[in-house]
């Protein structure tokens, strides 16, 4: 009979489990946040997506999205284990703004936040910087590449939004598993130095 206590059980058992860390993926219509989170997912990512109707198109502008067939009405799910000690959830949130009272459900508990961009429509991602902003939660703008291309570059991107210059703006492409990857280890590096910088401030009083 082979003991269930082999030496593999015994490392496993003696490890402990990953730490959870929850990253809000946000920003406007369109702007590629399901896609961020199918493009990193370990897990195939759980979707709350609804055809866009006729009624929607009217309301929602999908001049720069033509090709797009449905959106996200509640929010959009993924994991990525970043190592052995530290396991990401990813929780998209809807863009248009009629879907705004889930977003603090959503940014509960949360470390940090994403706010994805497209560039050629900043407005869109206004109420998604003035809400972490108030929140006080630690986030990073990063520009989606659409074509291969940003519309402006990163300095006139960083004004037109008004953004402090502790926050970073990073281009990424959220169809590229490493380009979302290094977005959110940029996250990852802001929050942990915000949480540091809160501890030394508090050790100081």
Not at 44 to 57: K, M, Q
Not at 77 to 90: E, K, N, P, Q, S
């Amino acid at each position: 009979m082979v003991s269930e206590l082999s030496p593999r059980n015994t490392e496993l058992a003696g490890r402990r489990p990953p730490l959870p860390v929850k990253i809000v993926i946000a920003g406007g219509f369109g702007v590629g946040k399901t896609t961020t989170v199918a493009s990193i997912s370990d897990i195939t990512p759980l979707r709350t997506e609804a055809v866009i109707t006729g009624v929607a198109a009217g309301v929602d502008d999908l001049r720069h999205v033509p090709d797009k067939a449905s959106t996200t009405v509640a929010m959009d799910f993924g994991r990525i284990a970043i190592d052995d000690d530290l396991t990401l959830y990813l929780f998209g949130t809807p863009g248009q703004d009629r879907f705004g009272f889930m977003w603090n459900d959503v940014a509960e508990g949360a470390l940090g936040a994403l706010v994805i961009v497209d560039s050629r429509r900043l407005s869109d991602c206004y109420p998604a910087v003035d809400y972490f902003e108030k929140l006080r939660l630690p986030f990073v703008v990063a520009v989606n590449s659409f074509d291969g291309e940003i519309a402006h570059d990163l300095d006139a991107i960083r004004w037109a939004l008004a953004i402090d210059d502790n926050i970073p703006v990073v281009p990424f492409d959220a169809r590229s598993r490493l380009s979302v990857r290094d977005a959110l280890l940029v996250i990852l590096g802001v929050a942990l130095n915000q949480r540091q910088q809160g501890l030394t401030a508090g050790a100081g009083h």
